[in-house]
């Protein structure tokens, strides 16, 4: 693994760090765009010791963090215990070049995940998770100087839960159909 960025998000978990860990680099590693040069890989493992048993309460050998990096982005995931949960209030985007991507993400990702009350591409995995499924060109068209176009596309995305790009580019360009239901 490379060495750790600056800033690098920590991911608490209960129990589940290493599975984590390996369930987002093989999404990340099989993705159709996936780039050799930003590898997706789990990197060292630390456990816990006997030191601290009495405030941690995990037993020694078992796993304590995850060093793990996705197409490039290093992350620990940790073993906090059931203390915290994740919340829709940090999330992750995933810019994506196509629908071949946006979909492959949004199915690997939502698996056994929850997108019933998600929206406008948003997704929570399996570990409750968030996940902003976007493609590059959305960016471009809500800071488009033609304000007409760029609600058009916010409206067909507000409609949407997996988003779709043809949808949306047709939105954009004043061409609006039914928004389809995912």
């Known amino acids: 693994m490379a060495t750790l960025q600056?800033?690098?998000?920590?991911?608490?978990?209960?129990?589940?760090?290493?599975?984590?860990?390996?369930?987002?680099?093989?999404?990340?590693?099989?993705?159709?765009?996936?780039?050799?040069?930003?590898?997706?890989?789990?990197?060292?493992?630390?456990?816990?010791?006997?030191?601290?048993?009495?405030?941690?309460?995990?037993?020694?050998?078992?796993?304590?963090?995850?060093?793990?990096?996705?197409?490039?982005?290093?992350?620990?995931?940790?073993?906090?215990?059931?203390?915290?949960?994740?919340t829709e209030a940090v999330s992750f985007t995933v810019y994506c070049d196509n629908q071949e991507e946006i979909d492959y993400y949004w199915e690997k990702l939502s698996a056994n995940g929850d997108v019933g009350a998600q929206q406008c591409g948003w997704l929570k995995d399996k570990y409750g998770l968030s996940w902003q499924i976007t493609p590059k060109i959305l960016t471009g068209m809500f800071l488009d100087a033609d304000s007409e176009n760029s609600e058009r596309a916010m409206k067909a995305m507000m409609q949407m839960k997996k988003l779709d790009i043809a949808t949306l580019e047709k939105a954009f360009n004043g061409k609006e159909e039914a928004i389809p239901a995912y």
Not at 25 to 42: C, H, L, N, W, Y
Not at 63 to 72: A, I, Y
Request: glycine share 10%; net charge neutral; with cysteine.
């Open 6 to 86: 600056k800033i690098t998000p920590c991911l608490w978990f209960d129990t589940e760090a290493k599975e984590a860990a390996k369930f987002y680099t093989d999404i990340f590693s099989g993705a159709p765009a996936a780039s050799a040069a930003r590898k997706s890989e789990i990197g060292r493992i630390g456990y816990y010791n006997r030191e601290g048993f009495e405030i941690h309460n995990r037993p020694a050998g078992s796993t304590l963090t995850v060093e793990f990096t996705l197409d490039g982005q290093s992350f620990i995931a940790l073993n906090g215990g059931p203390n915290f949960k994740f």
